[in-house]
């Protein structure tokens, strides 16, 4: 059992706000025995929409679903569940969703995401599970252009007993990264995580310091970031996409953490980020307690949304 995974009760417990939506408005379209027909499935297609599974997911979800009838896989509404939990598991086949570790440390992590996304407690979240079994781990404050972010950060890593590299408000964010890169490797850290500032998506020149920042990185520690994280938030929904693509363009954004997952009716962006993305959701934030971290797990999720 890896140190992030969880059991299929924790999902079911954390994803209940989600599985509550699902189950209620599922429940008024499909009524048990109802043969299938074409209203049914346009009610359909307009639940999953409205439950943040995403328009092209669902349409091919639909789509799907409507040739497994012709084909006689399924035959009335009481079948439509079962296929759509083990379809939408299929979206998953066995891939890396694991943390990607350096050959040898310190294994660096940069991490990214707006403002509100819930990056800090993510990152928190990230070191606290780390740092277990006596691991060094480094946490940097890249987010100089909000001196609260720096406060932030400087609470989390003093409640969970990590050692932080800092700068004062206004530095330049690479010069803190290159700092704390020269610092993780004198101090032997296994890990550096580093904050990155709460950029807006559309500003193009703070993408560009991101992009400065993963440079600098690189070059102090060769072969490194070994992982950049996108942290989304779970309750935007569909704008989690948005944000998500413009990421990708400035950044080799290699997995997803999905923050705030147990807080939102709107767990079905899951499915969308990844049909519409193909990023790996690596990590998925289940509660405000630093060990509420979880390995993205498919099966648990499918079964806690529609159980």
């Known amino acids: 059992m890896g140190i992030f ?9 954390r994803l209940g706000k989600t599985r509550d939506k699902i189950s209620t408005s599922l429940s008024a379209v499909l009524t048990l025995g109802r043969n299938i027909d074409e209203a ?12 943040d599974i995403g328009v092209e997911t669902t349409e091919k979800l639909i789509s799907d679903l409507r040739q497994a009838y012709r084909d006689r896989q399924i035959a009335a509404t ?9 379809h939408i598991k299929s979206y998953w086949p066995d891939r890396d969703r694991k943390l990607h570790f350096a050959q040898s440390p310190p294994t660096v992590i940069l991490v990214a995401g707006v403002n509100g996304s819930g990056k800090t407690t993510s990152i928190a979240k990230l070191a606290f599970v780390l740092g277990q079994d006596n691991k060094n781990v480094v946490i940097a404050a890249c987010d100089t252009f909000r001196a609260a972010a720096v406060e932030q950060l400087s609470i989390w890593a003093e409640r969970i007993g990590t050692q932080i590299v800092k700068q004062k408000s206004g ?33 193009k020149n703070l993408m560009n310091q991101l992009t400065k920042i993963r440079d600098v990185v690189a070059r102090k520690v060769p072969g490194t970031p070994n992982e950049v994280l996108l942290v989304l938030d779970a309750t935007t929904g569909q704008n989690a996409i948005a944000q998500a693509k413009m990421f990708t363009e400035a ?10 997952l147990d807080g939102t009716a709107r767990g079905g962006i899951v499915i969308a980020i990844k049909d519409q993305l193909d990023i790996p959701v690596k990590f998925v934030g289940l509660g405000e307690k630093p060990q509420d971290i979880a390995e993205f797990n498919p099966e648990n999720f499918v079964e806690a949304l529609f159980n």
Do not use: Y
Request: charged share 30%; proline share 3%.
């Open 5 to 13: 995974t969880k059991t299929a009760e924790f999902f079911r417990d």
């Open 251 to 260: 950044i080799d954004v290699t997995g997803i953490f999905l923050a705030k």
């Open 40 to 51: 049914l499935l346009d009610k359909l297609e307009e639940t999953l929409i409205s439950d």
């Open 171 to 203: 530095s330049d964010p690479a010069a803190v990264a290159f700092d704390a890169c020269e610092a993780a490797v004198a101090r032997n850290a296994d890990f550096l995580i580093l904050d990155t500032a709460g950029r807006l998506h559309t500003q």
């Open 78 to 86: 009481d079948d439509i569940i079962p296929f759509l939990k083990d």
